[in-house]
């Protein structure tokens, strides 16, 4: 009798523990779900958050689109503070806010773009955010592979503090024999077209100098856009656009003034900070010391305008020095090396080349003086 009290007893609590399992599992999935939705519509607040509403993506300019759209006409503010998530899909990831209702961004374009936006509702510690918004821009029209490929510029500033440009590019893979291509830049407000161009053996253009351009040589990394269109009886050529950072293509001048000579047993240099507009201390040079007598060579690197090496005073040394940016902005291209320096003097050869003197000396004396005895003779 005992046993079977014992036995119901035991069936009535696992049913219950049974039951109480089972609210649980309701009362988590409730809460998550509470959870969930409480960013977007938080109850206790009473409010909701409505996206943005004329969402429009518009070609400013080359390589730049203008993001505008307008506050929903049916979000409640009161006290809240409205702000914008922006998130740009492609071509180049990037997610920012803003408190304003447009945006413009700089971004090739030749295989389309596309952004989403939504509402940011503030209040104290609480963050509501709407659904997003999204546009697109379609990719722009041509051929496949009929764009230019491998494009490369390099700027260089000039004695007269302007700025050069120069690019090259490939012709696309299915670009026809008669393609055309046309090369325009744009820096900041500025765009221009290529006057000068060098050409390919089937009388494409594969080259574009600007002697002059609008680039300030005085801002550090600002954008420069490079486009790239064309034209073709057979096909339709695609536009190519691609983005430099003006420091990361400048071919920096050649350091000024190299002046080397030997202090006992030391070889001293100086020189001048390359032609621009950034102070000394945004360059960094490499100093090519090469010893003619034994072949050795060294390169070494300098955050300075001097240096100085105890070197080996029977050698005689050849050097040259070259310069880039360091700290200031974008490292760019490495300049040309300056010209050759010879200092020292290899005892070794000389030593040879006096005794040879000698011996020639000697030679003609002693010729000389056997033509004058056979003479008197």
């Given amino acids: 009798m005992l046993t079977r009290h014992i036995c119901w007893?035991?069936?009535?609590?696992?049913?219950?523990?049974?039951?109480?399992?089972?609210?649980?599992?309701?009362?988590?999935?409730?809460?998550?779900?509470?959870?969930?939705?409480?960013?977007?519509?938080?109850?206790?607040?009473?409010?909701?958050?409505?996206?943005?509403?004329?969402?429009?993506?518009?070609?400013?300019?080359?390589?730049?689109?203008?993001?505008?759209?307008?506050?929903?006409?049916?979000?409640?503010?009161?006290?809240?503070?409205?702000?914008?998530?922006?998130?740009?899909?492609?071509?180049?990831?990037?997610?920012?806010?803003?408190?304003?209702?447009?945006?413009?961004?700089?971004?090739?374009?030749?295989?389309?773009?596309?952004?989403?936006?939504?509402?940011?509702?503030?209040?104290?510690?609480?963050?509501?955010?709407?659904?997003?918004?999204?546009?697109?821009?379609?990719?722009?029209?041509?051929?496949?592979?009929?764009?230019?490929?491998?494009?490369?510029?390099?700027?260089?500033?000039?004695?007269?503090?302007?700025?050069?440009?120069?690019?090259?590019?490939?012709?696309?893979?299915?670009?026809p024999e008669d393609a055309k291509y046309f090369l325009f830049y744009r820096y900041e407000m500025y765009t221009e077209e290529c006057q000068d161009y060098s050409k390919d053996k089937w009388n494409r253009n594969t080259e574009c100098r600007f002697s002059v351009t609008h680039i300030d040589p005085e801002e550090i990394d600002n954008v420069i856009v490079i486009h790239i269109n064309g034209s073709s009886k057979y096909a339709a050529i695609k536009p190519f656009q691609q983005l430099f950072k003006q420091n990361a293509i400048e071919k920096v001048n050649v350091p000024r003034n190299v002046t080397v000579f030997l202090e006992q047993n030391d070889l001293l240099a100086t020189w001048e900070k390359p032609f621009s507009p950034f102070p000394e201390v945004c360059f960094e040079y490499e100093f090519y010391l090469f010893n003619l007598k034994s072949g050795n060579k060294q390169i070494l690197k300098i955050s300075s305008n001097y240096f100085r090496l105890r070197i080996d005073v029977t050698s005689r040394y050849s050097i040259q020095i070259r310069a880039n940016h360091h700290i200031c902005c974008t490292r760019g291209f490495w300049s040309d090396w300056s010209e050759i320096i010879y200092v020292g003097q290899n005892k070794h050869e000389d030593s040879i080349a006096w005794i040879l003197s000698v011996l020639c000396v000697s030679m003609c004396c002693t010729f000389l003086l056997v033509a004058i005895i056979c003479k008197i003779l």
Wanted: glycine letters at 2%.
């Fill in 9 to 175: 007893y035991v069936a009535v609590l696992t049913y219950h523990l049974k039951i109480m399992a089972s609210m649980m599992k309701v009362f988590l999935i409730l809460l998550q779900t509470a959870n969930v939705l409480q960013p977007s519509i938080p109850q206790a607040a009473g409010v909701q958050v409505f996206p943005p509403v004329n969402f429009t993506l518009t070609v400013s300019a080359l390589a730049q689109v203008l993001l505008q759209w307008k506050p929903n006409p049916n979000q409640e503010q009161k006290t809240y503070t409205i702000r914008y998530d922006v998130k740009i899909l492609s071509p180049v990831p990037e997610e920012y806010d803003t408190k304003k209702t447009r945006s413009i961004q700089t971004a090739a374009l030749h295989n389309g773009f596309s952004a989403q936006v939504r509402t940011l509702l503030l209040h104290k510690d609480l963050q509501m955010r709407s659904d997003w918004v999204k546009e697109e821009l379609p990719p722009l029209p041509g051929a496949p592979e009929t764009s230019v490929t491998n494009l490369s510029c390099v700027t260089r500033i000039t004695v007269s503090s302007a700025v050069s440009l120069h690019c090259t590019w490939l012709p696309g893979q299915r670009a």
